[in-house]
């Protein structure tokens, strides 16, 4: 289902708000260690949006989790929500989308790191991956995505 558009949220305190222009390329739920020591859940969701079409709106978020040169983990510094991620290289922001205000159209379309999935943990994603997809993969993952939403 392809949102409908902008998409506004913010973090739990609403001291950080954050504003989308332009659908996903794709949607996610990843399983590795990481997400899910930062999400404290089974897996975090994702929704990758092109840069040009994020902002934050208001309030200064904070770098946190890994802090990593490429991987930036942004949290509102008051509530420690984690909000988005930007990958370095990348043209794309990882958006939590539970941030956002209307969260009906989402779906993960990919699962990653299935690898080290928890048992019980079920996402309803159309691919599932061990760990992540190769880059070589990505352009036709995206492709299939953007035929995947549409279908709704």
Sequence with gaps: M???????????????????TKPPIATAACHCRGCQKMASSAYSLT???????????????????????ELQH???????????TRP?????VNVRPTMLDDTSWFRPFL???????????????????????AMEEIGGLVA????WAAGD
């Design 111 to 133: 699962e990653t790191f299935t690898s080290t999935k928890l048992p019980f943990a079920q996402t309803g994603a159309a691919r599932s991956f061990a760990e992540f997809p």
């Design 2 to 20: 392809v949102p409908k558009l902008p998409l506004k949220g913010s973090c739990r305190c609403g001291r950080v708000e954050i504003r989308v």
């Design 88 to 92: 370095a290289g990348m043209d794309f």
């Design 144 to 147: 299939d995505y953007a035929a």
């Design 47 to 69: 929704a990758m949006v092109p840069a040009d079409g994020f902002e934050v709106v208001k309030g200064e978020p904070a770098v946190g989790g890994m802090h990593a040169p």
């Design 74 to 84: 942004y949290f509102c510094g008051h509530c420690m929500t984690w909000m988005f």
